[in-house]
């Protein structure tokens, strides 16, 4: 409350100023309330894998947040093509930042880390590859590639030329590889006596994909149980019935845009041979990945079920106990 002669040694900005004061001097701002109201936005799933572990642990998993953020920089290099793609996407993928910001804020609460299995971005421009430094830099996170952050970009790619061939796809790693927290062919990390490894299978190519399926098996002779995590889902029979209903796809037309080692698709090297590899291997426990934007889960072998996980810009965070 501002007295009258308050409000004569204030004049009018003074007043609207002193009237203001009691909202910005009410103390902090409520952090939990503004924690909680991110939270509330989350679709969270809970999935158990009991693997026989002496104690249990827990991961959070997200995956196609397909961030749309693009400067002043990039949109000067846009053609106007360019822009109504752009428009477009950024409207359907309005909601990857909230989707982002729940999966880290649970992650947090858990003290767990963070796996994001691709598309982070929707397209590789300067304004997004910033956003990743931002917001995740400081973050305890690990990663796979998505399709999305090489060759996202629609009409053009004007902003960074990456696209399908194998010198680009090899250009889309050099580009991230400052971004994100583990090298992007293959890496691994241990975690409560489980090996979780991750390989790009969305920048494969001839080049790599057997140079990859060395370093994997290389992982698995470390004798820990091994969850693979990656961007696209490997091909089972029960995954593509379910896509020909969920999806309303053609089943030959489910190509390896969509799934690692369709058998009736060409395969860039190695994808079909790392599949049937893995299929004989104990020691594999549970495949985690994305890519499809709809929820999945199938046997993958004997002894792992391939989880894919649903769209994090559609809200969904994904909480995995190991136990
Ligand atoms: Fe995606
Ligand atoms: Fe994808």
Redesign the pocket.
Known sequence: MVTRREAVQLGLMGVFAAAMRPVFSAGKPDEKAFADSVLETMKLRKININIGLGSSFKVVQA??S?FTYVSAEDFEKLDSKSMEWYSSRSKIFADGIPGLAAALLHAKNLNAPLFHT??LL?FPSKANLDMIRRDLSMRNWFYSL???EYHGWGPGKPAIAIGRSAEERAAGRRLFAPYVPNPIPVASRVIGGVNFVQYDNSGFSDHMGHWQLDQIKKEFAKGLPVVMLC?MPFFTDKLVDQMVVTKKLVKEKINDGYLQGVPWANSWGGRKELLAWLKEQPLLKAIIC????GEYCVQFSKTAMQYVSD?N?KGFVYEFTFS
């Not at 994305?290 to 934007?293: A, I, Q």
């Open positions: 995956t196609d397909h691709g598309d929707d998505g399709n999305h961007h994305g890519h499809l934007h769209a810009y």
